[in-house]
Nanobody
Framework: VLLVESGGGLVQPGGSLRLSCTAS????????MGWFRQASGKEREFAAT????????VYADSVKGRFTISRDNARNTVYLQMNNLKPEDTAVYFC?????????????????WGQGTQVTVSS
C-alpha cells in the first residue's frame, strides 16, 4: 500500500497549485480520502476530505472557497486544487486513505499516509 503525493512547489501569493495523490497496491475507490497539512513547528491539521464516491466533500474553514478536493477512481488518484494561495498555506501536504467510504476530518481515522509534498507560498 503506497500513496505518493506530487505537485508541490514554490508559488507566489494569489497563485495556484494542483496536488496529486496516486495510490498503488490497493484500489482507492473503496476509500474516503483526505488531505492534511503541517506547517513548520506546528501540528498537522485537516484541510479537506472526499467520500469514496466523490459525492461528499468537507473542507477546513481556512481553505473553504479556495481549495477543491476531487478524485478520479479510474486513475486511482485524488487531487487538491489550491487557488488564491496565501503565505499561511505554506506547509507539507499529506494525503491519506481511510478504510471507510464516508468523510472524516480526524487524522486518527486514516490508515495509510503518503510522504508529503512541500508547498511554499512566498513572494
Amino acid at each position: 500500500v503506497l500513496l505518493v503525493e506530487s505537485g508541490g512547489g514554490l508559488v507566489q501569493p494569489g497563485g495556484s497549485l494542483r496536488l496529486s495523490c496516486t495510490a498503488s497496491g490497493f484500489t482507492l475507490e473503496d476509500y474516503a480520502m483526505g488531505w492534511f497539512r503541517q506547517a513548520s513547528g506546528k501540528e498537522r491539521e485537516f484541510a479537506a476530505t472526499i467520500s469514496a464516491s466523490g459525492l461528499s466533500t468537507v473542507y477546513a474553514d481556512s481553505v473553504k472557497g479556495r481549495f477543491t478536493i476531487s478524485r478520479d477512481n479510474a486513475r486511482n488518484t485524488v487531487y487538491l486544487q489550491m487557488n488564491n494561495l496565501k503565505p499561511e498555506d505554506t506547509a507539507v501536504y499529506f494525503c491519506a486513505a481511510r478504510s471507510k467510504t464516508y468523510t472524516s476530518r480526524y487524522e486518527n481515522e486514516y490508515v495509510s499516509w503518503g510522504q508529503g509534498t512541500q508547498v511554499t507560498v512566498s513572494s
